[in-house]
């Protein structure tokens, strides 16, 4: 069943249901209920009204005083962790490859993730920014530059095309889980459900068209349990909803788990009482900002 709740009116079909509430009129909040499962989404298009551009960016290295300086300049509409740390400490690395508007921190990708996220702070992440390492490389083309077929990982030349790229560009980038790939089928993306923990929340970032229109989601859950199994749950709720999902990405929910959303008056700290001292903004060793100018 599909309930959809927007200001007193009301809508019914299916056996997903969507209760939607304002925050900052620049982000589309739902809270929906899927599967005995309960997900907020924070939905993100590149731009809502005439004359303003949602961005997004990412911070690390002194990510606190980096957002602190951003912060002052322009209407923070979302916070979160984004990469695993190598360390507890607000100094430490993410792991994998890492660099911030053009500077690496480490050119080393590694090994078990298989997900490259680009970010140009000129608007939302485009899905030709999202770098699917587990593909064949030798597609990249240095006369066309399609750069989004480079695989940096499996190829020494490709890996200096790409560095070469991101420097040149002043491009910021980090290495996470990629859990949806549209290349690949529902049944090769999933077929492992129930590999790692099932001890942690979860939240993702989603790449996704929706009427035509390009769309970054935050997709938030509070509950518990394996990694792909949440995310199978999150690409079926989409798909039911009317979304092309194109990517999903984990986001570190660790010691390190935060999330900020500007609510219409100010920041709001979603998760107050974290567990550790760690998931405190100002010990964030990465963040991922949206924002607008």
């Known amino acids: 069943m599909v309930l959809v709740i927007l200001f007193g009116l009301f809508s019914s079909s299916g056996n997903l249901t969507n209760k939607k509430s304002s925050v900052h009129s620049y982000i589309n909040k739902s809270k929906l209920f899927y599967h005995d499962m ?78 490259l996220v680009v970010t140009n702070s000129e608007g939302l992440i485009p899905a030709n920014y999202i770098f699917d390492l587990d593909s064949p490389s030798g597609k990249f083309d240095i006369q066309a530059k399609n750069y989004s077929q480079l695989n940096p990982r499996e190829n020494i030349l490709e ?42 929340a979860r939240r993702f970032l989603v790449l ?21 199994k949440t995310a199978k749950e999150v690409y079926g709720m989409l798909t039911e909803s009317g979304y092309d999902v194109q990517f999903i990405l984990n986001l570190d929910t660790g010691s390190k788990n935060l999330l900020y959303v500007n609510n219409g008056n100010h920041l709001e700290n979603l998760l107050p009482n974290a567990t550790t001292q760690l998931a405190r903004i100002e010990r964030a060793s990465n963040l991922l900002v949206f924002y607008y100018e």
Request: glycine residues 6%; aromatic residues 14%; contains cysteine.
């Open 208 to 228: 996704a068209q929706k009427n035509g229109i390009s769309r970054n989601v935050i997709v938030d859950s509070k509950q518990s349990d394996y990694i792909m």
């Open 159 to 200: 890996s200096y095309y790409f560095q070469n790229w991101i420097e040149e560009k002043g491009l910021s980038v980090f290495q996470t889980q990629l859990l949806y790939t549209q290349s690949k089928s529902v049944e090769e993306n999933f077929h492992e459900l129930n590999a790692g923990s099932s001890h942690s």
């Open 38 to 115: 309960d997900f907020d989404l924070y939905e993100f298009v590149s731009q809502p009204v005439p004359g303003k551009r949602v961005k997004v960016t990412y911070l690390v290295h002194d990510a606190f005083e980096k957002f602190k300086q951003l912060k002052a300049e322009k209407t923070i509409l979302l916070v979160t962790a984004a990469s695993f740390t190598s360390t507890f400490f607000y100094q430490g690395t993410p792991i994998g490859l890492c660099a911030y508007e053009g500077e690496f921190l480490n050119k080393m990708p590694d090994q078990d993730m298989d997900g």
